[in-house]
């Protein structure tokens, strides 16, 4: 069973994203992440243009392996090579190196819900659902990564965007046999 850390007393709201998370968790099978491979981008349509493959692992650099046009857009350039941290505040930028690290090292899922000034003049900060999950590469290392923001979201906020972290979650995985049962019957309870 996934262990779920959860930094903040509050969960992530990930609305948008779920059916992009149960996709994921489908390749999942019953290996700890799937493999980068698996992806199919045609199964990733209405997220693409806000996802982003991030290159990680024990070193600590996070870069945009490829990004969609709506992250190059939140971030004023191409997204390919840039590092995670440039779509966030510098003082961000810390606790998102500790959280991202533990999506390749836990590995971790993890979920946060962003915030960042609008776009529109006196209108309320953005609060952006974005989800980070892990992926083995050709080698089954864990040194990839699926990243996605909610789009009606994220392009709401001003460009180039540079978010805070309002809540985060860390989901600790686990590896499942595929023929596990979901639930199990305990003696007890009610006649």
């Known amino acids: ?30 290996h700890l992440v799937p493999a980068r491979g698996d992806l199919d981008p045609s199964a990733l349509g209405p997220w693409l243009h806000m996802a982003g493959l991030v290159d990680g692992g024990p070193t600590g650099r996070m870069r945009f392996r490829v990004g969609g046009q709506g992250l190059s857009t939140l971030l004023g350039v191409e997204a390919r090579g840039m590092p995670l941290r440039s779509l966030f505040a510098l ?17 971790s899922m993890l ?4 915030i960042a000034p609008a776009r529109a003049p006196a209108a309320q900060p953005v609060q952006v659902p974005m989800v980070i999950l892990p992926l083995r590469d050709n080698h089954d290392a864990i040194t990839r990564a699926l990243l996605c923001m909610d789009s009606r979201a994220a392009l709401a906020a001003e460009r ?11 989901t600790t995985l686990s590896a499942t046999s595929p023929d596990a049962p979901l639930l199990r019957l305990i003696p007890g309870g009610r006649d």
């Open 111 to 114: 979920t946060m819900t962003l």
């Open 160 to 170: 180039p965007a540079r978010f805070h972290i309002r809540q985060a979650r860390l």
């Open 1 to 30: 069973m996934d262990h779920v850390d959860t930094p903040d007393k509050r969960s992530p709201a990930t609305a948008g994203l779920d059916p992009l998370i149960a996709y994921w968790q489908r390749l999942r099978g019953g």
């Open 91 to 107: 003082g961000t930028r810390g606790r998102l190196h500790d959280l991202a690290l533990r999506v390749f090292s836990g590995p």
